[in-house]
């Protein structure tokens, strides 16, 4: 009996190393790319109540990255520009020009230069903040 049980404490073993052993290198690499990436904020705009702030900003991690503009919203107390800590309000795929302009405490205006094929995915709401895209010509060349 103490055989058998010595075998499954054996195979678990066996199993988590071979799990960690699959794991780790990605971690390290997805670790690697954060840590060696440069982020770009190009404008950052706070709602006229103070409530919010709105940013565009580009993450640069090397060849790995293609050219965007992104825009968050996030709350004011939030102090982190980490896109997760935010609410993704557009992606434009590119470095075409993207302007911010609050039309209320809770409404965001981006005007961008984005083709709309370029236009990777427009928020219509970041919480109680709604968002209007709106393109203006000329479009980015590509």
């Known amino acids: 009996m103490r055989a058998a049980g010595a075998i499954k ?7 988590l190393f071979s799990v960690a052993v699959a794991l ?41 990255s293609g050219f965007a503009r992104l825009v968050f919203v996030k709350h004011d107390w939030n102090m ?4 997760l800590l935010s609410c993704r309000a ?16 809770n409404t965001l205006l981006i005007e961008h230069h984005f083709a709309p094929d370029h ?8 919480g ?6 709106r393109s203006v010509r000329p479009f980015e060349s590509t």
């Not at 404490?9 to 199993?15: L, N, P």
């Open 90 to 105: 557009f992606w434009g795929e590119g470095q075409a020009k993207v302007d911010l302009k609050w039309l209320t405490d």
């Open 24 to 64: 780790i290198p990605g971690a390290l690499l997805g670790i690697l790319l954060i840590a060696g990436s440069e982020r770009s904020v190009f404008e950052r705009v706070k709602s006229p109540d103070g409530w919010h702030e709105a940013r565009v900003q580009f993450d640069d991690a090397g060849a790995l």
């Open 128 to 133: 109680p903040v709604r968002i209007i895209a």
């Open 80 to 83: 982190s520009d980490e896109p």
């Open 119 to 126: 236009v990777e995915a427009t928020a219509q709401n970041c």
């Open 9 to 15: 404490i054996f195979g678990g073993f066996v199993a």
